[in-house]
């Protein structure tokens, strides 16, 4: 037998691993699956002076914040995976010469006997489980995505309700300062009562009491928004003492949603919820494979070409096959993967109700923070006020005592705040319900 060329040698191995390859590549790409872009973000620049707008922080949030950054790149590595789950294993070559000159086949008397070997091998899986692998890793990046969905809507969640708690302190802080103002006032009314006998100097010492408790109001109040600020700077991946403006004022959000309407809203939307429907899916992938990879074999075809002195050249093929029902390892897989998925699908279950549970205890919140809210704003507060303004002209005319007028003042100040409270625990309580049920609720 005549040498076969250099050339042709190397070209023939190359033709079938190519060959190959091709052919379960084709079988792969059957069932293209689509992969979501990521949000683009348009970020707005705020000036420390400027207004606190919440539509900025959340952008900035968006695109800043080192937690979203993160489940980002964790969903770049997971669609990278996909191409590598759908691959070949990488094919083998192997080239090595032989002293054959001690062997018993030499019998011509030859001093010297040199063999060459070359050999190239590719691991083929059964047809069907590098499509299984496929889906299982595009599964897998679908989870990821969903991750990636919600960690945003926690992040955004968190920034709303800080914006909405620093609202309210900066309204405490102004509402505390006016009343500080108003007490300094009734003080110097006292004090002239005192000066000319028409009052005790309890009155006075009452007054001072009480300014002293709204100065230590005022310093707890100004430390949780320096707190808040540090919180918020810390979303937005900025050094916690960056200054930030006054939040800019707000009007009140309108929640006209059944609860049917949001638990369906949540069943749909939920990232949570349909991180668990990819879950399922690829759990029910791998126990197929699982499946495969106990009843099913795999295989590697070799091309062996050697080259001998003195000798014509020869080639030789091998074909090599696993056994993967002789052990228990594959069967063992196989149950694990069916307890897997039946797993998943109790985190489903858990996860379903605990969204239905979420989203009826938030709209409760809301609607009793509403009711709150129009309670204080239509009664309580005027009724506050004209008790306050009572309060004044009957201690100038000398009909009520001076802790009357401080009562009075006291209840004003309670009710103000508490307007604001629930102002911010309505706004609060809505993120939270918007995070539940996987979407923004209102413009």
Known sequence: ????????????????????????????????????????????????????????????????NPEIIAAQ??????????????????????AGSYDMSNSPININGQTEMLQQRYSVSQKIPFPGKLRLKGEVAVEEA??????WQSKIQEIIALIKSTFYELHYINNAIDITEENRDLLRKFT???????SVGKTTQRDVLAA??????LANNMIVLNKEKESLIARLNTLLDRPTQTPLGKPRPFKKHILNLT?????????????????????IKREEATLKLSKKDYYYADFEPMVEYMQEDNR?????????????????KNR???????????AVKSDYRFANNKTLFEVKDYLVKVQSSESTINLYKTGVIPQAEQSLKAARIGYEADRIDFLALIDSQRILLNSRLLYYRALTDFEQNLANMEKAVGMQLTQ
């Open 312 to 328: 014509s050249d020869t080639w030789a093929s091998a074909f090599t096959i696993n056994v993967p029902w002789f052990w228990p």
């Open 208 to 213: 001072q009491v009480e300014l002293s408790t």
């Open 142 to 147: 679908n989870i990821t995505e969903r991750e």
């Open 188 to 194: 110097k009314i006292a004090a002239t009562k005192y």
């Open 73 to 94: 790149k964790r969903l770049n590595a997971a669609k990278a995976k996909i191409t590598q789950a759908k691959s070949l294993d990488d094919p083998s070559i192997r």
């Open 1 to 64: 037998m005549s040498k076969i060329p250099s050339k042709q040698f190397l070209l023939l191995p190359i033709l079938f691993i190519f060959s190959i390859t091709t052919i379960f590549a084709e079988e792969i790409n059957k069932n293209p699956h689509k992969q979501t872009d990521s949000k683009n973000v348009i970020i707005e620049l705020n000036e420390p002076e400027a207004p606190l707008d919440l539509k900025w922080l959340v952008q900035e949030a968006t695109e800043h």
């Open 332 to 342: 063992s897989k196989v149950k694990e993967s069916k307890e897997e998925l039946n």
């Open 259 to 279: 609860i049917k309407e949001l638990e369906d809203i949540a069943i749909k939307n939920r990232p949570e919820l349909k991180k668990y429907d990819h879950a």
